[in-house]
């Protein structure tokens, strides 16, 4: 569906020829971080004494146009602060943040000259992507802009919600994507450098109705280094598989982005957090497949994010401490199905001088004393490992040499697994 190099679209045509070096300070981050924030954050789920499960950023959906308003009247999250936010995403290992600048429900995260629905009309009135983007520079934190394309504030997009009533004799699609075009110029070119673009929310049309092309193309001029995700009709930059880790690896570069809780944005009913344990099996399991993790916090609405999911980035943070370059500048497996390894998930390094780091992340020791990994048969050296409960290994080894660093070899803190480095001469 990319436009040929005809099409008349010149950043376009650029930034295709440059996308796997665009791209590679993103395929070695690995990691990082989501924030869902907007006006859902206040209600968080509830609405009229009515506690709502599921997606908080949703509730708008049911709800009129003029009672959802009426929250620019509530939101102050003046326990907002940037550099806590950053600081945290860094203490998790996290390697670049994406905010929601708009989510479906319309609202401006920014002080936008082309919308009066933005943080000017409530009590806050400080600009957040601005505080963000400054504290993200302090911190040498790459950041990216979520935009949803779907806003069901806007008089002029189409389709309506059941719940909205407004006449659509004068709505006029053309006329809402020039606005956003607007908002998307003022988002990448007054807050510096951006490197993710993440659009959210194009299913209701294609690309052509999007003006997909013109929209991106104006993207790469103003922002020759970013990229691009796949979700306003186009494939662009890389593929984002959402809540799901794909079976096996792609030939597209992909990004999988998931939740901690039920909610992308804060929902203060939600019970049900995943352990740190879990997500650090997921990073691994993303991370042997060759893609990324980008993983969700929906702060309240005072600006904080939650206790609970702050302890879990911490800890995924710690163990990357130890592990993180199992994680950051891999390759993926070297097994050819990387789900049949039943003992856990393999990454991969090359080394400057043409040796290969395989990295063992063994989930479950079996009981007993050793650890057989048969998939080993198929390195070129046809070694295999025997391995203790405490990770001594013993290596019976035909061919060329095979050297297992076992300094290398960490325990890992008590959350996750042993990490086993095996490195062996091409
Ligand atoms: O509808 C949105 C949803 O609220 C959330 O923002 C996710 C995040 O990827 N995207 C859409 C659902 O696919």
Redesign the pocket.
Known sequence: VEPSESSGWPNLAEVRSNRAERMEWWRDARFGM?I?FGLYSVPAGEWNGQQYGG?S??LPQGIPTAQWEKLTDRFNPTDFDADEWVLLAKQAGMKYIVI?TK??EGFALWDSKASDYDVQATPFKRDIMKELAEACRRHDMKLGW?H?V?DWHHPDYLPRRAVDKRSTDDADYDRYISYMKAQLRELLTNYGDIAVLWF??GWDHGPRQHRAWEICDMAYELQPDIIINDRIGLPMDYD?P?QRIPRGASDRPWET?MTITSS??YNKGARDWKDAKALIRNLVDIASKGGNYLL?VGPTGEGVIPPQSADRLREIGEWLEINGRSIYGTKGSIFRSTDSTRWGRCTTRMTGDGTTLVYLHVFDWPSGSSLSIPELGNLPDEAYLLADRDAKLTARKAGKGISIDLAEVESAVNSVDTVVVLEYAE
Do not use: A, K, R
């Open positions: 989501f869902h997606y950023e949703w929601t989510h479906h979520y949803s779907l959210d929310g984002t959402e982005c992308w944005g969700n």
